[in-house]
């Protein structure tokens, strides 16, 4: 297959060429599989997604044209699933599993369309919300993020001439190459593009998943991407997300209910999945009290992803855990996530090697680290830390704790009454950079 110039075509391209949403299925796995659980047993709940930009020295309003984001966002509003992405979706294997997705379901989502979107300016700031039933809302997150992030880079490109593009483009392929090689020296790492959300843009994630695979061999493990994973024949990988215990703590009627929430989600999740999809998501509120609460069954599932606390210390923390459980580290699985560089990544490998199996969800540090390659000197294509959370549920504020207060989200008043109901134990304040 001949490879995309992507200098020449970022350089010559048209919004008529180069729609940054291409397709419904360019979002990530895991949003799929919550999508099936809440069709299934939380139609009636609605829930809005906020964006938020915790990067707030860049101004978003200031460099992206607002016409040109509303031309994006209307446009993704006209996808469907195509025939080919149908069947793809409901004969295909994931984790092992055949037809992982009900037919009912399938025939709901072949008529599937995202519904509307409220936008406005303040204070430099995009202001971008999606209201109304939760199975609808839910899949706007990714493909509002993609756009953003690819209308930020477009606009920083523009004044860039055809060699300044090559430049830069060759400079991040060598930059990512470098990074390739020395994941490929790291015997039995397992490595998987998580990329999406905070892409430089699909031309750039689809080339280094390529590279990816190319690259690190077996040890490529597949991508978050749907889209992605059925052109390149790789595995789609993905789980659930903060979003389910948000919503399920904003919907408790006591403060008993709430401390439940997380619980509750894998009650619910374990109906609809079971085998490798066992995977726990222990931050949302605070992975000290997650575990301090959780019940016995919890240490039968598969494995942690621990999100946003340092990877070392999250996981260790997980492991002791584990073994005050009975369990055998070795036998479970921790795969890190979280802001992950090539660094870190090495840094963490080394660590647990032989302590516990584990892999590597490589995000934006993968798909957008422009850093330093630009022709002339500019931060605009810097990644930023850009999230679109569920901020309301069924007229209720919703809420984020995270280990890492910087992540936190939702209003003032309700963080201090969960912080209240959890604790604070474990959250520790670390700089967010992407």
Same mark, same amino acid.
């Given at each position: 297959?001949?490879?995309?110039d992507?200098?020449?075509?970022v350089?010559n391209?048209?919004w008529?060429l180069?729609?940054i949403?291409r397709?419904?299925?360019? +979002?990530?796995?895991y ?14 709940v ?6 938020i930009n915790r990067?707030?020295s860049?101004?978003l309003?200031d460099?992206i044209?607002?016409?040109e984001?509303?031309?994006?966002l209307?446009?993704a509003?006209?996808?469907r699933f195509?025939?080919?992405e149908?069947?793809w ?10 037809q ?5 379901f399938?025939?709901?989502l072949?008529?599937f ?5 409220e936008?406005?300016?303040r204070d430099?700031q995009f202001?971008?919300?999606f209201?109304?039933?939760w199975m609808y809302t839910t ?10 992030n690819?209308l930020?880079s477009?606009?920083?490109?523009r004044?860039?001439?055809p #060699? ?8 991040a392929?060598?930059k990512?190459w470098?990074?390739?090689e ?6 039995g790492i397992r490595?998987s593009?998580?990329?999406?959300r905070r ?7 689809r080339?280094?998943v390529?590279?990816l ?5 077996d040890?490529?493990?597949?991508t978050s991407?749907v889209?992605?994973?059925?052109d ?6 993905g789980t ?9 703590a904003a919907l408790a009627?006591s403060?008993k209910?709430?401390?439940e929430a997380p ?7 374990q ?6 999809l066992l995977?726990?998501?222990p931050?949302?509120?605070g992975?000290?009290?997650?575990l301090?609460d959780?019940?016995d069954w919890?240490?039968?599932w ?6 946003s606390a340092p990877?070392?210390?999250g996981?260790e923390?997980?492991i002791?855990w584990w ?9 479970k699985?921790l795969?890190?996530?979280d802001?992950?560089e ?5 840094? +963490?490998?080394?660590?647990f090697?032989?302590?516990?199996r584990?892999s590597?969800?490589w995000?934006t540090?993968?798909?957008n680290? #422009? ?6 000197e ?10 679109c959370k569920? +901020?309301e +549920?069924?007229?209720r ?6 280990d890492?207060?910087?992540?936190a989200?939702?209003?003032e008043?309700?963080i201090?009454r ?6 604070e134990k ?9």
């Open positions: 297959m001949a490879k995309t992507i200098a020449r075509r350089y391209h048209t008529k180069d729609p949403v397709s419904l299925l360019d +979002t990530d796995f949003k799929l599989l919550m999508l099936q659980m809440i069709w299934g047993m939380y139609p009636k609605d829930a809005t997604f906020t964006l990067t707030t860049v101004r309003a460099e044209d607002e016409g984001l509303r031309e994006q209307d446009h509003r006209t996808l195509s025939k080919k149908m069947i979706l409901g004969g295909n294997t994931f984790y092992g599993r055949k992982i997705f009900e037919p009912e399938l025939a709901w072949e008529d369309r995202l519904p509307e979107y936008l406005s300016r430099g202001e971008l919300s209201a109304g039933p899949l706007w997150e990714i493909p509002a993020l993609a756009i953003i690819e930020r477009r606009a920083a490109m004044s860039f001439g #060699f300044a593009l090559d430049v830069l483009y060759a400079r392929k060598a990512m470098d990074k390739t020395r994941l490929k020296a790291l015997p490595i593009d998580f990329g999406t892409r430089h843009s699909f031309l750039w994630q080339w280094c390529e590279a695979k190319e690259g690190i061999g040890a490529f493990t597949g991407n889209l992605l994973a059925m390149n024949d790789l595995e789609a990988l659930n997300a903060h979003e389910l215990p948000m919503v399920f009627n403060e209910e709430i401390r619980y509750k989600v894998l009650q619910d999740w109906r609809y999945y079971g085998g490798n995977i726990v998501l931050d949302a509120f992975t000290d009290s997650f301090r959780a019940p919890v240490a039968d598969t494995g942690f992803r621990p999100d990877p070392i210390e996981g923390k997980i002791d073994r005050k459980k009975g369990k055998d580290p070795k036998q699985l795969i890190f996530s802001g992950l090539v660094e870190t990544i090495e840094e +963490t490998y080394k660590h090697r032989g302590k516990v584990m590597f969800g995000g540090n993968l798909t680290d #422009f850093e330093g390659c630009a022709p002339t500019t931060d605009s294509l810097d990644a930023i830390s850009l999230v569920v +901020t +549920t069924n007229g504020p919703a809420v984020k704790l995270s890492n207060p910087a992540k989200t939702g209003d008043k309700e201090k969960y912080l209240r109901i959890f604790g474990g959250r520790v304040e670390q700089l967010v950079k992407v």
